[in-house]
């Protein structure tokens, strides 16, 4: 079956450097992959996504390439801001859409002044 | 702000009892989850319908849970008797039918079984 694996689970750092986060996925067929962020007591939030192998995808400082030699979706920000913390959640969907998304664990990542 | 409603936020329950939430997709998305955050965050993917057809659902959700979504009315999710394992967040979520389609999440019902 599909699999989704972030092997940060708590990144923490202070204002203003940056982060990357890991995400690697397993599936056997085209994917498409996702990064959803979510706040204390909100709902996840779509960050990023992206179908086009060794393309950046942008959004609110983040961005992505998916690289489908390596099935790897990592995420980054070049400096990172206090509203930033967070769960980040590395997802993909089979283009089998009805199977919904396929979740890592997540990664906390808790931004110090 | 998040267009996926969810009622209510919070839900007690004893075990044994049945345990009911309710979710307003968005206006024109036809594909609808459901999904269970547990407490070390990891999301469980529990059934979801396509225009009140059921697409796909997991074991668990075959015994014990059963949802539906009717036209013109909130879906549901219903545990007909809760066990302490069950307490976790469920999350209802929309979207448009298609793969790259962006999947919209409601703030969750937090059940807490006791």
């Known amino acids: 079956g599909d699999s989704v694996t972030q092997t940060e689970g708590l990144v923490t750092l202070t204002k203003g450097l940056p982060v990357m986060l890991n995400c690697t996925y397993q599936t056997t067929y085209s994917p498409f992959l996702f990064w959803y962020v979510q706040h204390l007591n909100e709902a996840p939030k779509l960050l990023l996504k992206?179908?086009?192998?060794?393309k950046r995808t942008e959004h609110q400082g983040f961005y992505a390439t998916l690289h489908k030699s390596s099935s790897s979706f990592h995420l980054q920000k070049s400096s990172v801001q206090l509203s930033d913390s967070a769960l980040y959640f590395c997802a993909l969907r089979p283009n089998n859409y009805a199977q919904g998304l396929t979740f890592g664990l997540g990664t906390r990542v808790s931004v110090f002044p | 702000n998040s267009k996926v409603i969810q009622t209510p936020r919070y839900l007690v329950k004893g075990q044994g009892q049945k345990a009911k939430m309710r979710c307003i997709p968005e206006k024109g998305h036809p594909v609808v989850f459901w999904y269970q955050q547990n407490k070390n965050n990891e999301f469980k993917f529990l059934i979801n319908f396509q225009n009140q057809e059921v697409l796909q659902q997991i074991d668990m959700t075959e015994k014990r849970f059963s949802a539906e979504c009717p036209s013109n009315s909130p879906c549901s999710l219903e545990i007909q008797s809760s066990e302490a394992g069950d307490s976790a967040l469920y999350l209802c979520?929309?979207?448009?039918?298609?793969?790259?389609?962006?999947?919209?999440f409601g703030k969750g019902t937090r059940l807490t079984v006791v």
């Open positions: 979520a929309s979207s448009q039918p298609g793969q790259g389609s962006e999947v919209f």
């Open positions: 992206s179908s086009t192998d060794n």
